[in-house]
């Protein structure tokens, strides 16, 4: 029985070619371990390191334009908490402090990933907190996460084969272990 896979490796270099791209030995190694993740039955999920403007990110919208997938995009900055990955505060005439509290970027994937193929980038993921590393863990490994919105606990599952996750690293600081197992 062939394994599944959701990179054609030889149609994603020509894709890549013809967007300009350049680096063939990359692409052909982003493509393996999308395939891999795929067949292991894991969240595909790539850690992209290098110096800024090494086109880390670049990579990632190319692979969002190659699967036709939808685009989830959150920059981190120093010292960003595990909360600013899973809300987002917005205004509100319905609440009485002019905020509401809503379901952020990894729980946004996760609902866009039930119906259809999205690329999670979580851009210079390395200027998180290091406990956001254990944030990513469940959503990794089984493609869910907990939320507790307006005092109700609420799981969002999401459909691992419509998700690639890509966290890009300026090399800041060092991952978990059990982070870069994933």
Known sequence: MPQASLIDIGKFVEFARNQGFVGDKVLKQIGIAINTAVASGTTPALL????????????????????????????????????????????????????????????????????????????????????ADALLLDYLQNARISLRINNKKKLVVGRKENLVVILTSNDFREFSEPLLRR
């Open 48 to 131: 992209l390191r290098g110096p800024a403007g090494s086109g880390k990110t670049w990579v990632s919208e190319l692979l969002a334009r190659y699967l036709d997938a939808k685009y989830v995009f959150i920059q981190a900055t120093p010292g960003m908490s595990e909360d600013e990955l899973l809300y987002k505060y917005v205004p509100s005439e319905r609440s009485t402090s002019g905020v509401e509290i809503v379901e952020g970027p990894l729980p946004e994937a996760l609902k866009i990933s039930q119906k259809s193929r999205v690329v999670l980038v979580i851009d210079e993921f390395d200027k998180t907190r290091p406990s």
